[in-house]
């Protein structure tokens, strides 16, 4: 423990509450009465995913003392590992890329090896009733389709360009931008079924939700924030390059690990209380005291938080204009990669199917096969109500579609439905709707006295993604120690 700590374990809030000021009585009255005081520490943080975990870590490499609550049995949040066919995999977060040099340096840091996306082959893309191979980035589709799809990607280039990541609000023309979904864009700036299509299951796949459903200014913001929006969608060189042996949950492991009993699990935080000295945090039947707090828990959960007082309405507007994507994710094991030897990458793109898309994710040297995909924005909701054995047969049923009867044959099947966990409820990240970043973005990032607020949504690069997610957590710790 470094030395700010004061150990309250076992202090009742009355005892508590009466070395304190009348502000934090009131606080400590608010926080349930009288449940007991676990410890007083410098920060509080809340969630125990990549953010939480680097700020902690920051802010105790800095000298101060941490306590991380977190609500669910694991560390990770929006990463988690599961087990098919004997190899570990990821059931969230999986990719990296070459830009994303925060997440590369934590793997490099616990000696994580990083492996490429096999990409040797053909993949199948089958758009608005034409089916092709192709290999390489650019999807297959007729001469005139192609062509008015490299402009749309062209003109969406430009206009993210224009967009700062922290401050999209001040983008040229920030609320015409704003005021757009991207399905109005895309009829707008795309004619050819294909290219309308492609550009839906783009957006469906990289923020799980339908194009009608997010702000251009939120997709060109996620974009700029990723260098690109080709980096988003591109695998080799771009963000889905590689994986990390063995999953990257365990670099959050890792780091929960280092932390040891300053992180603790089941502690949901339920209300935070602030006055002009501290901050007095429910988790439980608990409760923690700190100066500040680091709220990581993306907006809609941390409007889930009560807090005392209430939050400005900027604040609480916000929470509730940047809803969770939503998305299932499923690993499928096989004897064997069969596609390789179709000379397929695995990796198919359709509008036909309900999963989808999905991607080669045999371990390297291919002695089994796996295949990873997703169920995302509207074919998400939809699954997320049926049961699993439905899903399973769907899944079989759209990849036997492509890569032939014995995908019908799996080994072993995996699935985790990220809008039914109960601290998560949704993924892979927020995407806000027209109107939520002009009229309430700038509440994302400013702390509210001595509220901050991190989470990879929060990050001026890869926001969305763990690289993101670890930068948040980067700052949220330089910008609450520049305060103790
Ligand atoms: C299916 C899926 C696939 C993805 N694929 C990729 C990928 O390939 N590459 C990539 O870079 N990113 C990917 N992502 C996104 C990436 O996983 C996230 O951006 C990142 O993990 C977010 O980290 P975070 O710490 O900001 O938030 P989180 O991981 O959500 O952490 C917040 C934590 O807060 C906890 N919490 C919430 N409410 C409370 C409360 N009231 N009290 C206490 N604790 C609370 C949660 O349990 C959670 O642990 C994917 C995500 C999903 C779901």
């Not at 920030?174 to 707008?188: H, N, P, S, Y």
């Not at 294909?194 to 194009?211: H, K």
């Not at 999963?355 to 995909?373: A, K, M, N, Q, R």
């Amino acid at each position: 423990m470094s030395r700010r700590v004061a150990l309250g374990f076992g202090a009742g809030a009355a005892g508590f509450a009466a070395v304190q000021g009348p502000a934090q009585a009131q606080a400590a009255a608010t926080l349930g009465g009288e449940a007991p005081l676990a410890a007083t520490v410098d920060v509080i943080v809340v969630g125990a995913g990549f953010s939480g975990l680097t700020t902690a870590r920051g802010l105790r490499a800095a000298g101060h003392s941490v306590v991380v609550l977190e609500a669910d049995d694991r560390v990770g949040g929006r990463t988690k590992p599961g087990k098919i066919a004997g190899e570990t995999v990821d059931l969230g977060g999986q990719w990296v890329g070459p830009a994303q040099t925060r997440l590369l340096a934590l793997a490099k840091e616990y000696g994580v090896a990083v492996y490429p996306q096999f990409t040797t082959g053909k993949n199948i893309v089958d758009l608005a009733g034409r089916r092709a191979t192709y290999e390489g980035e650019t999807p297959a589709l007729s001469p005139m389709a192609l062509a008015e799809f490299a402009l749309a990607i062209g003109r969406i280039e430009a206009l993210a360009r224009k967009v700062p990541p922290l401050r999209p609000w001040e983008a040229p023309d920030a609320e015409v931008l704003d005021a757009q979904t991207m399905e109005t864009w895309i009829l707008a700036n795309a004619k050819a079924p294909a290219v309308r299509s492609a550009l839906r299951l783009l957006i469906r796949t990289l923020a799980c939700v339908e194009a009608g459903e997010v702000s251009l200014l939120g997709m060109l913001t996620m974009a700029s924030a990723a260098g690109s929006f080709n980096e988003m969608i591109s695998t080799r060189g771009g963000a889905q390059d590689a994986m990390l042996q063995g999953g990257v949950w365990q670099l959050a492991a890792k780091m929960a690990q280092e932390l040891g009993p300053a992180v603790v699990l089941g502690a949901p935080v339920s209300a935070i209380a602030q006055d002009d000295q501290g901050v007095t945090v429910q988790a439980g039947a608990r409760r923690w005291r700190g100066r500040f707090v680091v709220v990581t828990a993306p907006p809609s959960m941390a409007g889930r938080i009560q807090y005392q007082p209430a939050l400005p309405p900027l604040r609480d507007g916000l929470t509730q204009r940047m809803p969770m994507g939503c998305v299932i994710k499923v690993h499928v094991a096989y004897a064997r990669p069969f596609w390789r030897t179709a000379g397929l990458t695995g990796m198919v793109l359709s509008d036909r199917t309900a999963f989808g898309p999905w991607f080669d994710h045999s371990p390297e040297g291919g002695t089994i096969g796996g295949l990873v995909g997703f169920f995302a924005g509207k074919s998400a909701q939809l699954w997320a109500e049926r049961s699993p054995q439905a899903r399973r047969e769907q899944v079989l049923k759209d990849v036997a579609l492509y890569l032939g009867d014995e995908a019908l044959k799996p080994t072993d099947y995996i699935e985790e439905v990220w809008a039914a966990a109960p601290w998560q409820r949704g993924g892979y990240a927020a995407a806000p709707g027209p109107g939520a970043l002009t009229a309430f973005g700038p509440a994302l990032r400013a702390p509210v006295g001595r509220i901050h607020w991190a989470g990879t949504e929060t990050a001026e690069a890869f926001a969305g993604y763990i690289d993101g997610a670890i930068r948040s957590g980067e700052h949220s710790a330089q910008e609450v120690a520049r305060r103790l």
